[in-house]
């Protein structure tokens, strides 16, 4: 498997995630601190999770094919449960992804 087409996917999960998890933290104010949305938010934390294992299969493929070490690993793939974490991962991914992977493949993959 290309490392090409998983950063794709990478890129599009990461910030499909962390957009499920703001608003999954939105509902959870709405939910216990206004009584409100309770069914609501019990959909968009199913929504949250579904899409967190997608980015935790894509992420790890995607650590496996650049080498990342451990730790890097680790905190690449507990960025899909921190608030805007998943954000600024992505970002720093794709540079790295950018410098590793031959010049425009990367680019094109990452749709930049």
């Known amino acids: 498997m290309k490392?090409?087409?998983l950063l794709g996917w990478y890129r599009a999960l990461?910030?499909?995630?962390?957009?499920?998890?703001l608003v999954?933290?939105?509902?959870?104010?709405?939910?216990y601190?206004?009584?409100t949305a309770e069914d609501l938010t019990t959909y968009v934390a199913m929504l949250h999770g579904?899409?967190?294992v997608g980015y935790f299969v894509v992420t790890f493929l995607l650590g496996q094919k650049l080498k990342?070490?451990?730790g890097r690993m680790l905190l690449t793939?507990?960025?899909?449960c921190i608030p805007f974490a998943s954000f600024v991962a992505e970002r720093r991914v794709?540079?790295?992804a950018g410098e590793r992977l031959p010049a425009g493949a990367a680019r094109q993959a990452a749709g930049v």
């Not at 990461?14 to 998890?21: C, E, H, N, R």
């Not at 999954?24 to 939910?31: I, P, R």
């Not at 793939?77 to 899909?80: F, K």
């Open 24 to 31: 999954f933290c939105g509902f959870m104010v709405a939910k």
């Open 14 to 21: 990461a910030i499909a995630t962390g957009v499920a998890l």
């Open 33 to 35: 601190g206004f009584d």
């Open 68 to 70: 990342w070490p451990l």
């Open 77 to 80: 793939l507990a960025a899909g």
């Open 50 to 52: 579904y899409l967190y």
């Open 94 to 96: 794709v540079r790295e």
């Open 3 to 5: 490392a090409n087409p």
